[in-house]
């Protein structure tokens, strides 16, 4: 089973040979070999290949995980949320998932209840109104009057409960209608706001002031990093730029990982490299730029980590103490283009390619 796997691990990284275009051309044309199926009338060679495909496919995700600086000790994490806590939204959320897939079984593509829910949100009612018992049949200007409706009749119970005065019927009929014009009224009032043709210069003023490169603090080199995904061929690329203070070219660095990352992940990796750069160039204080709000916020102590590269982040805190100063900053990506453009080149690339004070 190994050596298929390992014959199998062939064919999912790819390459011009006669053995792998065959297989490829007959059984996965659209597709990689993870992804592939047995297919109709195959060979034995095919089916004994397939045999072994689960393997690959926990190879290829064990490849994608990014590995840490330092080795943190291992913990326990929560895989139904990003940051690993335990909540009881993600647990119901799960709860729910096993319940409809025990009940309905693998036929059913929840593409009804989405298209439920997908009516319940876009109904023009304010905020936090729940109403779940609607028919196709009903239009949404009816939606929105039952619903807001419904909440007409909620306060006036509780106005009662409590010892107030009650809404006769028509009264709560009134106040109903009126509630919705307001909102309605509102929400036509932002929609002109956002239209008004002085928006669009000041977007673009403030574009163009993101797109410029801010120089870093006095005696402080900025290292800006970026990542790049070729999801086709299972790579990605990452590019790192460092300036000092002027602007002037420190060096700069294009690089091919050649394994199926994820957005974030690759992110991660450009920090480390940025840094890595800085480290073997013997800087003393730098500023760490990139345009992953996530991994920024991480680094700053804003919030937690994702659970994909909390040992990554905390792998990159353990690196730059070893630098010495090292701030943290984020930027758009309209303001890291450059950075974004060397990282696109990298999957032109055999190796790693790095410029000490020119121009690449």
């Known amino acids: 089973m190994a050596l298929l796997a390992k014959q199998g691990w062939h064919l999912q990284m790819g390459s011009e040979s006669l053995v792998y275009r065959i297989p490829k ?17 195959p060979s034995y060679t095919w089916r004994s290949l397939i045999s072994a ?33 335990f909540t009881v939204r993600s647990a119901y959320k799960l709860a729910v998932n096993l319940i409809t897939s025990a009940t309905c079984g693998t036929t059913s593509d929840g593409s009804s209840l989405r298209k439920f829910w997908k009516k319940i949100w876009s109904l023009p009612i304010p905020h936090k109104l729940w109403f779940v018992m609607m028919t196709n049949a009903a239009g949404e200007e009816k939606c929105s009057q ?14 009662i409960l409590y010892g107030g005065e009650g809404k006769t019927g028509p009264a709560m009929s009134l106040w109903t209608t009126h509630y919705l014009q307001e ?7 932002c929609l002109h706001a956002t239209l008004d043709p002085v928006q669009p210069l000041l977007d673009a003023q403030r574009k163009s002031l993101l797109s410029i490169w801010s120089p870093p603090s006095a005696g402080l080199f900025k290292i800006n990093v970026d990542g790049a995904l070729f999801s086709s061929k299972k790579q990605a690329g990452i590019g790192v730029v460092i300036r000092d203070v002027e602007g002037r070219l420190k060096a700069t660095l294009c690089r091919k990982i050649k394994a199926p990352l994820g957005s974030l992940e690759v992110e991660a990796k450009a920090y480390k490299a940025g840094l890595l750069l800085a480290k073997h160039l013997g800087l003393r204080g730098v500023m760490l730029e ?13 919030t937690l980590s994702p659970t994909s590269v909390d040992a990554f982040v905390e792998g990159l805190h353990e690196l730059g103490a070893e630098i010495g100063v090292v701030n943290f900053s984020h930027v758009r990506r309209i303001g890291n283009k450059s950075t974004y453009i060397l990282a696109r080149q990298a999957q032109n690339l055999v190796k790693d390619v790095i410029w000490i004070e020119e121009i690449p």
């Open 53 to 85: 495909q689960s393997l690959v496919i926990e190879a290829e995700l064990i490849k994608s995980i990014p590995l840490s600086a330092i080795l943190p000790v291992d913990k326990m994490v929560w895989a139904e949320t990003s940051n690993g806590n």
């Open 146 to 159: 039952l619903v807001t409706t419904a909440l007409a009749l909620r306060s006036n119970r509780n106005e």
């Open 25 to 41: 051309a007959k059984y996965f044309p659209t597709s990689d070999f993870v992804h592939a199926s047995i297919g109709h009338n």
């Open 183 to 189: 909102y309605c009224s509102a929400v036509d009032s």
């Open 290 to 302: 990139g345009d992953s709000l996530i991994i920024s916020n991480a680094l700053k102590w804003f």
